[in-house]
Every structure is written in C-alpha cells, then in structure tokens.
Nanobody
Framework: QLQLVESGGGLVQPGGSLTLSCTAS????????LGWFRQVPGKEREGVSC????????YYAASVKGRFTISRDNAKNTVYLQMNSLKPEDTAVYYC???????????????????WGKGTLVIVSA
C-alpha cells in the first residue's frame, strides 16, 4: 500500500520561508503525479502545486505562483515544497497527495488524487 510521510510544518513569521517534504513508499510506477494541497477550516481543500513524474511539469495555484516552488528527488521518492514570502493567508494544514497517472488538472481538482498523507500544519503569524 502506498504510504506518504510528510514533514516540515511549523510556525513561521510573515515574509519567512519554510520547506515541506513528502516521501512516498510502497509503489511501483513510472507515471504518477505528486502534489501539495491545503485546507483551512470552513473552506474547500485547494490545490497548491503539483509535479509530474513523466517530464517534471509543474503546476501552481495563482495565489502561490512566484513564491512557492515544487521539486522532486526521484532517488529518494521525495517531493518538496519550498515556500517563500509567506503570508498569514498561507496558514493551513498542508497535505501531500499522489495519483497513479499523469494529471494536469491536479491543482484545479484535488479530489481526483488517489492517496493522501496525514497533513502537516503551517502557521504564518507574527
């Protein structure tokens, strides 16, 4: 069974930076999508950024483009989310998720993802 283990959440001041990590295990596939999503109480879960295993294509939500960067380390089966210039509105529970196919609608439709991590809390506050 696929397992996603996240780390890196915490408290950071506005304007600061934080890096999230997600390591996947228990799979054997050459084509998949990994992504980061976030959710605030009372709001729908939203896509933040995704990356494809096929060609490394990346996708970003408009609200984070230019501030966040998604990357991968295939040897470690790990995906990262580098978050810079953090704002209070970035505060949320961040989830790592996996889909066993190429999925270009990853950011727009989080509910199409197949497997989810448990989430890690990011708080941006002075």
């Amino acid at each position: 069974q696929l397992q996603l283990v996240e780390s890196g959440g915490g408290l950071v001041q506005p304007g600061g930076s934080l890096t999230l990590s997600c390591t996947a295990s228990g799979f054997s596939s050459n084509y998949y999508t990994l992504g980061w999503f976030r959710q605030v109480p009372g709001k729908e879960r939203e896509g933040v950024s995704c990356i494809s295993s096929s060609d490394g294509s990346t996708y970003y939500a408009a609200s984070v483009k230019g501030r966040f960067t998604i990357s991968r380390d295939n040897a470690k089966n790990t995906v990262y989310l580098q978050m810079n210039s953090l704002k209070p509105e970035d505060t949320a529970v961040y989830y790592c998720a996996w889909k066993s196919t190429v999925y270009s609608m990853c950011v727009e439709n989080p509910y199409g993802m197949d497997n989810w991590g448990k989430g890690t809390l990011v708080i941006v506050s002075a």
